[in-house]
């Protein structure tokens, strides 16, 4: 997370399925990580921090592969994506 624009660096990481995810929070503010299933469709929902308070950090254990969107609650600029992949080397199309 960063303080100015893109605010989650990198903005669209990929990482391999089920492998630990870890968002930290070096900014001075409160952050959320929320999939944006959680505002759309409560069933859909895979993620969501809560507020990560500065100077700490938030982890997921895995995701199963997909395409995921993400933003912040506190400050709804804050967009991001997860890209969560089989291979590093072979990322799939989705
Ligand atoms: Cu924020």
């Known amino acids: 997370m ?4 893109p605010y989650y660096v990198p903005i669209a990481p990929t990482v391999v399925s089920n492998t ?9 503010t409160h ?8 505002v759309e469709d409560e069933d859909s ?6 507020a990560v308070s500065p100077g ?7 995701l199963p592969v997909g395409r995921y969107t993400y933003h912040c ?6 967009r991001g994506q997860l890209i ?5 080397s072979t990322p799939s199309q989705l």
């Open 2 to 5: 960063e303080d100015g624009s």
């Open 20 to 28: 630990p995810i870890r968002w930290d929070n070096p900014t001075p």
């Open 31 to 38: 952050h959320t990580v929320t999939h944006s299933g959680c």
């Open 45 to 50: 929902c895979l993620f969501d921090s809560g």
């Open 56 to 62: 700490s950090s938030f982890s997921v254990p895995g």
């Open 73 to 78: 609650r506190i400050h709804p600029i804050m």
């Open 84 to 88: 969560v992949t089989d291979s590093p």
